[in-house]
Nanobody
């Protein structure tokens, strides 16, 4: 199974980006799909998660600005990021919990927010 993120880039403060993460391979079923991020010199942190049924959870720092969603038919999870701040600058990683396999991580996509 593979996990690949896309959609990162450079944006000005106050702007928006939409990240996508597609899972592929021999997939029986997927449980939770998460977005994490790691800024330079900091530990990786959970940004948002979504269960197969659509229940979501967000870090306090992104509540009201970020929205996680998923398309189960496409094995894809999205992260819509609005009102971006310079402190949102980080490498964003997707983590997918596959039934029978465990959690696989993507290689990450860089998000840079300029002030």
């Amino acid at each position: 199974v593979h996990v690949v993120e896309s959609g990162g880039g450079l944006v000005q403060a106050g702007g928006s980006l939409r990240l996508s993460c597609a899972a592929s391979g021999s997939i029986f079923s997927i449980r939770a799909m998460d977005w994490h991020r790691q800024a330079p010199g900091k530990q990786r942190e959970l940004v948002a998660s979504i269960t197969r049924g659509g229940s979501t959870n967000y870090a306090d720092s992104v509540k009201g600005r970020f929205t996680i969603s998923r398309d189960n038919a496409k094995n894809t999870v999205y992260l819509q990021m609005n009102s971006l701040k310079p402190e949102d600058t980080a490498v964003y990683y997707c983590a997918v919990d596959f039934v029978g396999v465990g959690t696989n991580w993507g290689r990450g996509t860089q998000v840079t927010v300029s002030s």
